[in-house]
């Protein structure tokens, strides 16, 4: 198989495995989407109890039935402006791998969309803004009746330290 071949192959099955249901939300005026099977549930707005000395984006933990869980903002993760919750405000409560095993956080979100079956031809890599931008958080971006949804890695919106404070956290 020639390189050009390999790397194509390569390519396609990078995309198919990008295939599959998205959770769909918003932030802002931007729409993200994630892997349906990171998903544990979606909640309502609780009391959030604040932990000391933790980074601004994270909100703190809520009891979810006899389990603490952390919450981050993810509006404030990604550096937007915080605004206040409202009744569309919700936590999502998601899987992610870290280097020991998988721990579950929250994430607020301004809103929960939908869920959407996005097809690996509707999927783009992400584009490149240059080696001072970190991206690798995003899946792709896939195409969707003109606009676009910003696909996430959700075990990498998070690095090993921050995953590591908030299992500390919890």
Known sequence: MSVETNAMSQA???AGDREGKYLTFTLGEEEYGIGILKIKEIIGMMPITTVPRTPEFVKGVINLRGKVIPV???RMRFAMEEIG????TCIIVVEIGS???TVQIGIVVDAVS???NIKADDIEDTPTFGSKLDTDYILGMAKMEGGVKIL???DTVLNSQE???LQSAA
């Open 85 to 88: 919750y409202n009744e569309r």
């Open 99 to 101: 280097p020991t095993d």
């Open 114 to 116: 939908e869920v959407l």
């Open 163 to 165: 995953v590591a404070l």
């Open 152 to 154: 996430l890695e959700i």
């Open 12 to 14: 396609v099955n990078a």
């Open 72 to 74: 981050i903002d993810l």
